[in-house]
């Protein structure tokens, strides 16, 4: 199995928190990316990175912020939790542009 | 801008029956192609992959799918299908480029039954 992991693996948290959902690899993998399943829409790019610094939006990016300071960390932020963003939360890496995705084991993600 | 479209959201079989998944992409630039699959409460397993060469790609579990660029298709198939094929099927497309999105279609639920 790739070297990737989330945390946390679930969290309850109130509206109008913020959250922070981390993504860590020990592959040394270029890109990473952030989606949000939900019934019925599948997976939903938030927010990507293909190099540290370097992020892109996804089709659903708006209340959620991500950082990249090093290769092996991706950080995803939702500024003010709202209800609507209660979802499954997936990571995932890949090495470049012709290689599978690799994806952590999701973070179940609760807002009340 | 690119897009993967499954248009079965459900598709019910019984055992040791044909099926077809269908997928659809569209995109412009050139696309690298995946199927995945996802049982309950699991992350997403890769079922295989086309990334060039030939256009029929076998993966994982008895699974191949056909590129065709004309139709701008990737159906999954597999010739006889078990219960433990019971999961959810999504259509992947990453294009190419520096800074490729990976996109999904919106998954389609395999349910075989006895």
């Known amino acids: 199995d790739a070297g990737i992991t989330q945390s946390p693996r679930h969290k309850v948290t109130e509206t109008g928190t913020p959250v922070t959902l981390r993504c860590h690899q020990t592959e040394n993998h270029r890109y990473m990316y952030w989606y949000r399943q939900d019934p019925g829409h599948g997976l939903r790019l938030i927010h990507y990175s293909y190099g540290v610094k370097d992020t892109d939006k996804g089709e659903v990016s708006d209340g959620y912020s991500v950082s990249r300071s090093k290769t092996e960390d991706f950080l995803l932020t939702l500024e003010s939790a709202t209800s609507s963003q209660t979802s499954v939360y997936f990571c995932?890496?890949?090495?470049?542009?012709?290689?599978?995705?690799?994806f952590g084991q999701g973070t179940r993600l609760t807002v009340v | 801008a690119q897009s993967v479209t499954q248009l079965d959201s459900q598709v019910p079989v019984f055992e040791e029956a044909p099926v077809e998944l269908r997928c659809n992409y569209s995109s412009s630039v050139s696309v690298y192609l995946f199927w995945y699959v996802q049982y309950p409460n699991q992350g997403l397993q890769l079922l295989l992959k086309?990334?060039?060469?030939?256009?029929l790609v076998k993966g994982i579990n008895g699974f191949e799918a056909e590129f065709n660029k004309s139709q701008t298709s990737f159906h999954l198939r597999k010739p006889s299908v078990h219960i433990s094929d019971t999961a959810e099927y999504f259509c992947a497309l990453l294009g190419s480029g520096t800074a490729s999105k990976l996109t999904f279609g919106t998954g389609t639920r395999l349910q075989v039954t006895l």
């Open positions: 995932a890496i890949t090495a470049g542009e012709n290689t599978e995705a690799f």
């Open positions: 086309y990334l060039s060469g030939s256009t």
